[in-house]
């Protein structure tokens, strides 16, 4: 007979074989849930309301170091993104490079999003400014978006709420802020409001050329499994990898078709070689070691911004049973 387990998780192209059933999970019978990511970290992480859950890694990273998360880890990363493109500024404020960020007023939603941890940490891996350098805001995204939940004051930071406008949209827009990071462009900048630009024009070419330098591909989600069921069920957490793992195959595979596109993209199976061109043919492999350089960032950039108290390491963020666990090529 199968266990039943609810599974919160958005619907990405190597999360839907999962919900489609057409990957199944050996020994169980899932109940998938899918919400707004905002909606499934609030509930998981104060309602403890799934058996497995996605997770931001930043907000997980934060509360294993501190009062304990009520989930532990699977290796297993659904959402990933490079951030050089999350940092927008006013181009009338003599901001010409990161280092001009220093002493000015920077919004972002929460402090301890894992899209605004990575932000943070390349500019400082790469240009040397620290996060206590700014003077940050915090504040809904836009018009729209819901009061976001501040877990962390982070030590050694400025951090307040925003003053002056009712989001960080219109806050940019109106010169309240000098820049805004965000894992999602402003309705600002997407209506072309004046002076707003990325502070880094061509991120493209600059995020290509840092994932050559470091082998980083940043994470920024992983799945939880709830502390009590991995406690007592080590061989269901194996399972759950190799689940997720079939799944995240099967679209990789069926990206490159051409026959039936899988995908909206006209020219899918030639983007997909391009970028395995740059960052590798497996460039979305789940398990510890095989991102072990991505995973240690995240862990240094928590502490070195004030989030962690300390700095964690990859054995303490994972089910002890899958840190042995590697994806299946």
Known sequence: ?????????????????????????????????????????????????????????????????????????????????????????????????????????????????????VARGVLEDDFGLRAAEVRWRYGPADSEDSQPIIRVRPRGVELEPLTGADNLSDALSEGALDALIAYKPPKAFLKGAPNIRRLFVDYPAIEADYARRTGIFPIMHLIGVHREIAER?????RHICDAFDAARRYAMARTQETQAPFTSLPWAPAEMARVSGIL??????????????????????????????????????????????????
């Open 1 to 117: 007979m199968s266990r039943p387990l609810s599974i919160a998780v958005a619907p990405y192209d190597r999360t839907l074989p999962l919900m489609a059933g057409l990957v199944p999970i050996a020994g169980v019978a899932p109940a998938y849930v899918t919400a707004p990511l905002e909606e499934i970290f609030a509930r998981a992480f104060d309602e403890q309301a799934f058996d497995v859950t996605e997770l931001s890694f930043s907000n997980y990273l934060y509360l294993t170091a501190t009062t304990g998360c009520p989930y532990v880890g699977l290796p297993v990363f659904p959402s990933r993104a490079f951030r050089h493109s999350a940092v927008y500024i006013r181009t009338d404020r003599g901001i010409r490079g990161p280092r001009d960020l220093a002493g000015r007023l920077v919004g972002v939603r929460e402090f301890s999003m894992t899209a605004a941890l």
């Open 233 to 237: 069920e080590p061989d269901l957490c």
């Open 280 to 329: 590798g043919g497996d460039f979305w492999r789940y398990g510890v070691q095989a991102n072990r350089a991505a995973i240690e960032a995240l862990c240094r950039y928590s502490f070195e911004q004030g989030i962690a108290p300390r700095k964690l390491t990859p054995e303490e963020l994972f089910v002890p049973g899958a840190l042995d666990w590697e994806s299946t090529a």
